[in-house]
């Protein structure tokens, strides 16, 4: 079965900084994206980048914030996030098989990301 491992999650205080990682076991893919959910609000996406990592796409509350980039040769996707804001709380997946914004049928498990004010 193909997985999606994830970690880099934790609590950080506003204004701090995390990165996190998600690496596919058992396949590749073109796209790949992160979405991430707070309790009991919609799933959002957030990134997204193309296999080259020529193109990347963020959703508007975390532009110039946050920075998706991917190192195929470790098959590997990362998202660093800076300037972190209590808004940013929330469970966060990456996903592969999609389209930017359109996810695809494989989820990591997820990683709690926690700003304090």
């Known amino acids: 079965q193909v997985q999606l491992v994830e970690s880099g999650g934790g609590l950080v205080q506003a204004g701090g900084s995390l990165r996190l990682s998600c690496t596919p076991s058992?396949?590749?893919?073109?796209?790949m994206d992160w979405f991430r959910q707070a309790p009991g609000k919609a799933r959002e996406f957030v990134a997204a980048?193309?296999?080259?990592?020529?193109?990347?796409y963020y959703a508007d509350s975390v532009k110039g914030r946050f920075t998706i980039s991917r190192d195929n040769a470790k098959n590997t996707v990362y998202l660093q996030m800076n300037s972190l804001k209590p808004e940013d709380t929330a469970v966060y997946y990456c996903n592969g098989g999609g389209l930017p914004g359109r996810p695809g049928d494989y989820w990591g498990q997820g990683t709690q990301v926690t700003v304090s004010s």
């Open positions: 058992g396949r590749t893919f073109n796209f």
């Open positions: 980048i193309s296999r080259s990592g020529g193109s990347s």
